[in-house]
């Protein structure tokens, strides 16, 4: 299988090393394992995630908070584009607190479902990539620019709808963590839609070369019951509908880092 080009876009060569094809200059990688496997983002892609089971949407909230106290990111007033909103269980948090709700899917469906709750939330289909009523002044993404397949055309985008000194917020995992090269190919990042893994300088350097500089790091949690990480650990192995049912039970929950790292960078040139 022909390895496509790094989406670093620091060397067309790279250096490979087991299941992985890295780039030798910033260490992000192509997981050739997950790009051997296909991944479709239909209906059953959030039902197999548990993205609609309110107990886990009421855990991505607790760790959105955390995620903003950490990162000293304030809503208030401002337009926010949270990119991959899944079952959208931030999304009513995100009107309540910001002036203006922009939420992006590649998912059809999961825009239906979530615009029949009533939520306060402008929602668009991210293919073909849309023209939001507002420029933004903060985009969201809560491990989800991990799965966009054209990073490069995405960003211009996002540059050609930004308000003026404009925040990303990003979660994401790091392809260059400790984590990943204690645990390998049991890492809990290795997934089937995790086909490119951006390091720290890797993403750092790709998003600065697009005029996004480094404002502020912080060590994300996240909140997951036990049911959560069991139901990631059947869907790790392929058993996406146990994993579904698994989540029911959710109670107890745990705050959990597994090799991801939070940024917030700023636009000075939009």
Request: include cysteine.
């Amino acid at each position: 299988m022909p390895i496509p080009p790094l989406l670093c876009e620091h060397s067309p060569a790279t250096v490979r090393s087991s299941y992985r094809a890295q780039c030798g200059v910033c260490g992000s990688y192509w997981d050739l394992d997950s790009l051997a496997a296909e991944t479709s983002y239909d209906a059953s892609y959030p039902e197999q995630r548990g993205h609609f089971d309110p107990r886990v949407g009421g855990l991505k909230v607790r760790t959105l908070r955390q995620w903003l106290r950490r990162s000293d990111v304030s809503l208030r007033g401002k337009t926010i584009c949270e990119v991959g909103f899944g079952g959208g269980s931030c999304l009513s948090f995100l009107a309540e607190h910001a002036g203006h709700v922009v939420g992006l899917e590649i998912n059809q469906s999961a825009i239906e479902r979530v615009r029949a709750s009533g939520v306060r939330a402008e929602l668009l289909l991210v293919d073909p990539l849309p023209t939001p009523s507002r420029n933004v002044d903060l985009w969201l993404f809560q491990d989800s620019f991990e799965h966009i397949p054209n990073p490069s055309a995405f960003v211009q985008w996002m540059n050609e709808h930004s308000a003026p000194g404009a925040t990303i917020l990003m979660v994401l995992p790091r392809g260059d963590s400790l984590s990943r090269r204690m645990l390998g190919r049991l890492w809990p990042h290795k997934l089937p839609d995790h086909q490119f893994q951006w390091s720290r300088a890797g993403v750092l350097d790709f998003l600065g070369r697009r005029g996004w500089s480094l404002a502020r790091e912080f060590f994300p949690l996240k909140y997951a019951s036990p049911e959560m990480i069991l139901a990631h650990g059947l869907h790790k192995i392929g058993v996406g509908k146990r994993a579904a049912r698994s989540l029911r039970g959710a109670r107890v929950a745990l705050p959990l880092n597994f090799g991801e790292m939070g940024l917030v960078l700023r636009h000075d040139s939009v």
